[in-house]
């Protein structure tokens, strides 16, 4: 039992004697383990060339994936809509993960209804589960809609969301008004990118009421989990005049402390209606939006434009495409803004100056991160996307062209990072950029992990900040240059403790002929 004046945390747990001795019987009687010299020699071989070609020519596995299922991405944006609940069709595990995830990452509860399909499900369909489902959540929930989307037990078995809808509707679990867009998100294919376009694509829609044109902006933010972004980028396009922001999800997991809100903030219906009447649309996540953004411009009519507010370039392009759709000149405060993170870029530029990098992530933020890096002169020696989609390895290969040191940079489209592994140890570099799950590569190849991307477990409040527009290129460089000074402290480390030692033994023979009756 825990002692509530000595709590426990579970830190050591598997260091305690009863586990030990557990785990040692484990591996004794039961793992038919190699002895520990054949261990240690696969394990060197591991990190050579030929383990690296074998290792590029596996098919039929993935090791430690750089990407999450569909129905994740869906859930998210779903969530970016005002008193909107996310309702997974599938099994409550599948639910739990996505709850979890979204939690781990952002410390705050996330809310997510499952219709709980068990096996019962799998093989009669899953009608009974929606209709059950639908009408406990709008009872007890109360939201303004709800957004459907599927998991992979929904899709294999071949369920049709907008027929069961239909039918849950007529059994009268809710009202023939209440919105209900729905989205297929089978997790078998594509990642959490798919997903969230998917989802995005069906609210936006199936929503869309088409009338009067107006003069405001749609902001389309994309699979965005920095909500300092969101916040930063907002900021920026309201200088300009009335924006609608696509999914606005930088209160729902940013709550302040005091009563907790099952909803909060988040794009209202009516603007999520009257967007598909706004008279242009920027996004800035290309690769996550390519669907909405066609039907926007083919269907309704509006202007469009991609942006990628990360560094210098790229936010540049985002102002000046403000400044260009609603004809107004660049805001002073905006020019003050890019003129410090010029002078925050001049001051780091001699720390990360020829640095090595290797990077993972999605596909629009490294699109973003490689610019930025380029532009302080450092090598993205290992750029790896596991979901790239169709024509990213090309975009990238084009940007990393544009530096000085192209030749040794590299695109890894599809892999994961298990491949990194291979990687690093074939190729070292200076440093890695990416997310919690290369925590294992820092501590395998010890080479220093910077956290910037999705999903950071392991650390604290670093989603709060922005990594887009001027203010996000100081929090990017920051993070890097500080990265950069904590291994040049280390390096050094050992020079220090000599000069130390020296000056110390100096100082005894001093002392010692001092005291010498001679």
């Not at 369920?159 to 023939?176: K, M, T």
Request: charged share 25%; proline share 5%.
């Amino acid at each position: 039992m825990q002692d509530v004046n000595n709590i426990v945390n579970g830190q050591k747990l598997f260091q305690k004697p009863e586990y030990q001795e557990v785990l040692k019987g484990k591996a004794a009687n039961f793992e038919g383990r190699p002895a520990a010299d054949k261990v240690a020699e696969v394990a060197e071989w591991t990190k050579t060339w030929d383990y690296r070609e074998k290792n590029l020519a596996r098919e039929c596995i993935t090791i430690n994936p750089a990407k999450a299922c569909q129905p994740l991405g869906s859930v998210y944006a779903a969530l970016g809509f005002q008193n909107t609940m996310p309702y997974v069709h599938g099994s409550h595990g599948c639910t739990a993960y996505f709850r979890t995830y979204f939690t781990r990452h952002f410390k705050e509860p996330t809310p997510v209804v499952s219709d709980s399909m068990t096996e019962d499900a799998a093989v009669f369909g899953g009608l009974k589960n929606m209709v059950d489902g639908l009408q406990n959540c709008y009872e007890m929930y109360k939201p303004e809609m709800i957004a459907v989307s599927t998991t992979c037990m929904a899709e294999v078995i071949g369920d049709d969301l907008q027929a069961f809808i239909g039918n849950a509707r007529e059994a009268g679990s809710i009202p023939e008004d209440f919105p209900v867009p729905y989205a297929h998100t089978p997790s078998f294919v594509g990642s959490h990118i798919t997903g969230y376009e998917n989802m995005m694509f069906s609210m936006i829609t199936q929503m869309g009421k088409t009338g009067e044109k107006t003069e405001r902006i749609n902001l389309l933010p994309g699979f965005e989990t920095y909500i300092g972004s969101i916040r930063e980028v907002k900021k920026m396009a309201e200088m300009f005049g009335p924006t609608i922001t696509l999914g606005d999800v930088s209160e729902q997991w940013d709550m302040p402390a005091g009563n907790y809100e099952m909803f909060s903030g988040g794009t209202s219906l009516a603007d999520l209606k009257d967007s598909v009447n706004s008279k242009a649309t920027i996004s800035l996540q290309k690769y996550a939006t390519k669907k909405i953004m066609k039907t926007l411009k083919n269907k309704y009519k509006q202007e469009t434009h991609l942006s990628n507010p990360i560094g210098l370039k790229g936010t540049d392009e985002f102002v000046m495409a403000l400044s260009k759709l609603t004809g107004k000149a660049v805001p002073a405060e905006l020019t003050v803004a890019r003129g410090r993170l010029v002078d925050a870029m001049q001051d780091s530029y001699p720390y990360m100056h020829d640095k090595k990098f290797a990077i993972w992530g999605d596909p629009d933020f490294l699109l973003g991160m490689v610019s930025f890096l380029i532009e302080m002169g450092a090598e993205p020696t290992h750029v790896l996307c596991h979901n790239a989609p169709e024509g990213w390895a090309e975009e990238m290969r084009a940007l990393l062209d544009t530096c000085p040191a192209k030749d040794s940079c590299h695109v890894w489209a599809g892999k994961d990072l298990w491949h990194m592994r291979s990687f690093l140890f074939t190729e070292p570099v200076d440093f890695m950029i990416g997310n919690s799950y290369g925590k294992e590569l820092e501590r395998d190849t010890k080479i220093p992990l910077i956290r910037i991307g999705f999903p950071i477990f392991d650390r604290h409040h670093t989603h709060r900040y922005s990594i887009h527009g001027y203010e996000g290129g100081i929090n990017l460089l920051s993070w890097i240059v500080n990265k950069v000074l904590d291994k040049l402290d280390e390096e050094t480390n050992s020079i220090a403790m000599s000069i130390i030692s020296t000056a110390i033994i100096g100082h005894s023979i001093v002392c010692k002929v001092l005291r010498s009756p001679e």
